[in-house]
């Protein structure tokens, strides 16, 4: 056998163990760039819970619950669908992931929006990007309550009442409930403001 066609070979052979090799190190890569984000995803997610469950924001839970107890706005609303809106902005932006999201959050997302819908809609009429990614996200969390077999995501007025009783009982550190109580729990008692529709 010549020596160019030995060198042909011998060049051949190594271009495509090099070709092969750049191959299996961008899906190697590829692979560790996706467990990296997923595990940042997971990492946002536990802060945000941490968040949601600590102080400031238990107390600021706490007063907007008692308040919508005996019919009043709170200010601290805003600081709750403010939170919910960032929330939204995040998984818009892929550093949360919406199933996350519909696992850890739905529960309130759903309750504190069917009992400020009317707020919000009125803040939409005068600027429809008000609360934009959160309604968008909130969309998207019913779709997934479906996916998911569950209708857990329109609460009743009295759902709602017993919503913001349990977030009375709130306490820094506490387990969070991810779903709503079984029927037939409920207090049977109607929220105090009769003007806010679900």
Not at 77 to 87: G, V
Not at 99 to 125: L, P
Not at 152 to 171: A, G, L, T
Not at 176 to 190: A, D, E, F, H, I
């Amino acid at each position: 056998m010549d020596t160019t066609v030995i060198a042909e070979i011998v060049s051949a052979v190594a271009l495509s163990v090099a070709a092969g090799t750049g191959v299996w190190a961008l899906i190697y890569a590829s692979k560790q760039l996706k467990h990296a984000r997923e595990a940042e995803r997971v990492k946002h997610l536990v802060e945000f819970n941490r968040e949601f469950d600590s102080e400031p924001m238990t107390k600021w839970r706490k007063i907007v619950a008692e308040q919508r107890l005996k019919g009043a706005d709170p200010d601290e609303s805003q600081r709750l669908l403010d939170f919910f809106e960032t929330i939204g902005l995040l998984v818009r932006r892929g550093y949360l992931d919406e199933y996350d999201v519909w696992s850890t959050f739905s529960y309130w997302m759903f309750n504190i929006y069917a009992d400020f819908r009317e707020d919000i809609e009125q803040m939409q009429r005068d600027d429809k990007n008000y609360y934009l990614d959160s309604c968008e996200l909130l969309e998207r969390l019913r779709e997934i309550e479906h996916e998911m077999g569950s209708r857990d995501d329109r609460p009743s007025r009295e759902e709602i009442r017993d919503f913001w009783e349990e977030e009375m009982k709130v306490v820094p550190g506490s387990p969070m409930k991810k779903r709503k109580r079984v029927k037939g729990k409920s207090t049977g008692k109607s929220l105090a403001e009769p003007s806010r529709a679900v």
